[in-house]
C-alpha cells in the first residue's frame, strides 16, 4: 500500500514549508515529512529565539556560493516586503534591530506557527518523526519508503539543509540523494561559525574572556565591521561570525582594532594633547581597559605618548589598523549557524530550483550551494528558494 502525493518535500524547515504552501496555494497535494521529533527546530532556536526572519537589504551580493548569481532570480520573486507582508498578515509584532535585521518581538515559534497555519491553510500536512530511506525513480516520478509507509510523488523536494547543529536534526542526506540523482557537490564546511585559538594564541587571551569590542575584521577581500567577543576557546561575536565564512586555516585574517578611525592621524593627535600619557591608557579610552593593556604587554611597547618617534608610532598604527589573527580553527558544525558549500548549482534551475538532470526533483534552501551572511539572510534564501520550487513543483 503506498500514498500518492503530488509532491512530497523532504525537511519540514523554512524552506521545506514555504515550498509547500506555494505548492498548495496552486492546488497541488503536499505532504511535508520529517526524521525530527518536532518541525522548524532551526527557526525555534534563531535570532536567540526571536527569529531574524529576514533582511531589508537582501541583494545576491550578500551570498557565498560557487555561483554568485544563482540565487538572483529566486531572491529577485520573492523580496523581504513579501515576507514582512505575511508576517503582518499575521499579526505578529518586529522590530528592525540594526542593518535591516527585521526580529519578531515575541517568540520565534510564531514563525513556525505562520508557516504552519498557512500550509494547513492549502491543504498541505506535515508529518514529523518520519525517517526516509533513498527516494528512487519511479515511472513519472519518485518512490520513498518511510516509517509512516511508501510514498509516492510526482514532484520531490530536498529541503534537508545544512550540517550545522546534528543535533536539532541536520544530517546530510540531501547531499547523498543530490549525488544519488548525478549531482556533484561543492565541499562543505562550517560557516557563521566562532573560531578558536590554540596555544600561545589561546593563552594570550584566554584570561579576557568576555571581553568584547568593535573590530573590522578582514579576509580574502571581504570586510566586516561589528562586535568581536572574547571567548575562552577563542573569538566570537558577530564580526568573527561573518568573516569566519571567509576563513579556512591558514588564511591571513587581520582585524582593524580601530574601525572607522584613521589610527595613524588619531595616535598623532593625541601624542600632541597628552605626551606624557601611556599608550594602554589611551588606547583604554576606546577599546576595553583590558584589552587595552594585554595589547601593549604582548604586541605594542607601553611607553608615554611623548617617547614614540613618528616611524614607531606609524608601526603601532599599522598594527591596530591590521592587528593579525591567528586561528587555529572553527568550532565546527556544533555550534555553526550554516553550512557552507552543498548541491552544486550547476546544474540546478536557478528559475525553479529543478534539477536539470532529473526532471521532479528540487533542492531548495540551505542543501544548496548557497550561503547567506549573518541578519537574516539565510531565511530570506529559504523563504525565496521554497516559493521559487513552489512555483513549479
Ligand atoms: C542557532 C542558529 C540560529 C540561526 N539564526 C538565524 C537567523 O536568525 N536568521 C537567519 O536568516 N538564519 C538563521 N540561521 C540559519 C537558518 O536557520 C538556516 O539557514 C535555515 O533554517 C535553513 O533552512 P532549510 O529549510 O534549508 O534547513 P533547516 O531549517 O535546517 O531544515 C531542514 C529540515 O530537514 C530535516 N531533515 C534533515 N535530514 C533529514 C532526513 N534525513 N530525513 C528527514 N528530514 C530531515 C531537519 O530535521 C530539518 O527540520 C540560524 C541557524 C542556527 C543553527
Not at 523532504?10 to 496555494?25: C, D, E, F, K, N
Not at 534563531?46 to 554568485?68: E, K
Not at 588564511?251 to 594602554?280: F, I, N, S, Y
Not at 555553526?336 to 530550483?353: I, M, N, P, W, Y
Amino acid at each position: 500500500m503506498s500514498e500518492t502525493w503530488d509532491v512530497v518535500v523532504l525537511g519540514a524547515g523554512a524552506a521545506g514549508l514555504m515550498t509547500a504552501l506555494a505548492a498548495g496555494r496552486r492546488g497541488r497535494r503536499v505532504l511535508v515529512v520529517d526524521h525530527a521529533n518536532k518541525v522548524g527546530k532551526k527557526i525555534l532556536m534563531s535570532g536567540g529565539g526571536h527569529c531574524n526572519f529576514t533582511n531589508t537589504g537582501t541583494t545576491a551580493a550578500q551570498y557565498l556560493s560557487a555561483n554568485p548569481h544563482f540565487c538572483k532570480s529566486a531572491l529577485a520573486r520573492y523580496t523581504p516586503q513579501d515576507f514582512i507582508d505575511l508576517v503582518d498578515a499575521h499579526g505578529i509584532a518586529w522590530h528592525e534591530k540594526e542593518l535591516g535585521q527585521l526580529f519578531c518581538d515575541g517568540a520565534s515559534r510564531q514563525i513556525v506557527r505562520l508557516l504552519l497555519d498557512e500550509a494547513d491553510g492549502v491543504g498541505a500536512q506535515v508529518r514529523a518523526h518520519c525517517s526516509v530511506q533513498m527516494p528512487r525513480r519511479v515511472d513519472g516520478g519518485f518512490r520513498l519508503d518511510t516509517t509512516l509507509g511508501t510514498l509516492e510523488c510526482a514532484s520531490l523536494v530536498v529541503a534537508t539543509g545544512g550540517l550545522s547543529i546534528p543535533s536539532m536534526g541536520a544530517s546530510g542526506f540531501g547531499y547523498e540523494i543530490a549525488r544519488s540523482f548525478g549531482h556533484a557537490l561543492v565541499p562543505t564546511r562550517a560557516g557563521l561559525v566562532p573560531l578558536t585559538l590554540s596555544g600561545k594564541h589561546q593563552e594570550r587571551l584566554a584570561d579576557l574572556s568576555g571581553v568584547a569590542l568593535d573590530v573590522e575584521a578582514g579576509c580574502n577581500g571581504a570586510s566586516f565591521r561589528n562586535r568581536m567577543l572574547i571567548t575562552h576557546r577563542g573569538l566570537s561575536g558577530p564580526a568573527i561570525l561573518q568573516i569566519s565564512s571567509y576563513w579556512q586555516p591558514g588564511d591571513d585574517l587581520r582585524l582593524d582594532l580601530l574601525p572607522g578611525r584613521d589610527a595613524a592621524a588619531w595616535l598623532k593627535a593625541q601624542q600632541v594633547e597628552r605626551p606624557g600619557t601611556e599608550l594602554k591608557n589611551v588606547l583604554a579610552e576606546v577599546m576595553p581597559r583590558r584589552f587595552a593593556q594585554r595589547l601593549c604587554e604582548v604586541w605594542l611597547p607601553n611607553r608615554p605618548m611623548r617617547q614614540f618617534s613618528p616611524a614607531h608610532l606609524q608601526d603601532t598604527a599599522a598594527l591596530l589598523q591590521a592587528w593579525p589573527l591567528v586561528a587555529s580553527g572553527t568550532e565546527g558544525y556544533r555550534t555553526a549557524e550554516v553550512t557552507l558549500g552543498g548541491v552544486d548549482t550547476r546544474e540546478v534551475s536557478s528559475r525553479t530550483l529543478e534539477s536539470q538532470r532529473t526532471p521532479g526533483l528540487y533542492f531548495v534552501g540551505e542543501v544548496l550551494d548557497v550561503t547567506g551572511w549573518l541578519g537574516g539572510y539565510n531565511f530570506q534564501w529559504a523563504w525565496a528558494s521554497g516559493v521559487a520550487a513552489g512555483a513549479a513543483a
